[in-house]
Antibody, heavy 118, light 111 residues
Framework: QEHLVQSGSELKKPGASVRISCKAS????????MNWLRQAPGQGLEWMGW????????TYAQGFTGRFVFSLDTSVSTAYLQINGLEAEDSAIYFC???????????WGQGTLVTVSS | QSALTQPASVSGSPGQSITISCTGT?????????VSWYQQHPGTAPKLIIY???RRPSGVSNRFSGSKSGNTASLTISGLQAEDEADYYC???????????FGGGTKLTVL
């Protein structure tokens, strides 16, 4: 049974960095792209980009370049999202989601709440 | 790439049917048969309910159905139940530059 489990909630100060993990199980990790999505409080879903779990190549959506970094550790079937230089506007729930070849997201992590506050 | 357009809210009584629209452009919804729909209950992760415009994952109730006409995709929920009350999001592939775009979401209230 496929499963994505994310790391727990984070409280960070402005300017700090945070790294969120997303551990996959129940399938071959490198066969599916891993995507990251953001949901600000009371808002909709926003696609941040994806990482090719076979090559490690990241692709960032517009608005998520520079401070956002996708990475992998395929030895433990885990994807990571790092956000540098945190701003209050980064406060949101971040989801990882497995994406199929026809661009739908069939399995999701439970979400990680990041709160940025001084 | 602009977001897909969904109504902010819809409502219906138990047993009724409702339809949520998702309007894009000829460059996304109309061109590709790659619209997906997600259901999200408060405090939980989104759940896939429709993919490739009309396909339903195993385990998803057949009360949920997808359709498309031109640049507008639709999600229909028949025989509304209280548990259907949730937010619904559409998503479409838009090409190899932007890849995917979401609608703003629709809040379904079961009266």
């Amino acid at each position: 049974q496929e499963h994505l489990v994310q790391s727990g909630s984070e409280l960070k100060k402005p300017g700090a960095s945070v790294r969120i993990s997303c551990k996959a199980s129940g399938y071959t990790f490198t066969r599916y792209a891993m995507n990251w999505l953001r949901q600000a409080p009371g808002q909709g879903l926003e696609w941040m980009g994806w990482i090719d779990t076979d090559s490690g190549k990241p692709t960032y959506a517009q608005g998520f370049t520079g401070r956002f970094v996708f990475s992998l550790d395929t030895s433990v079937s885990t994807a990571y999202l790092q956000i540098n230089g945190l701003e209050a506007e980064d406060s949101a729930i971040y989801f990882c989601a497995r994406r199929t070849t026809t661009y739908y997201f069939d399995y999701w992590g439970q979400g990680t709440l990041v709160t940025v506050s001084s | 790439q602009s977001a897909l357009t969904q109504p902010a809210s819809v409502s219906g009584s138990p047993g009724q049917s409702i339809t949520i629209s998702c309007t894009g452009t000829r460059n996304d919804v109309e061109t590709y048969n790659l619209v997906s729909w997600y259901q999200q209950h408060p405090g939980t992760a989104p759940k896939l309910i429709i993919y490739e415009d009309v396909r339903r994952p195993s385990g998803v109730s057949n009360r949920f159905s997808g359709s498309k006409s031109g640049n507008t995709a639709s999600l229909t929920i028949s025989g509304l139940q209280a548990e259907d009350e949730a937010d619904y999001y559409c998503c479409s592939y838009v090409g190899r530059t932007t890849f995917v775009v979401f609608g703003g979401g629709t809040k379904l209230t079961v009266l």
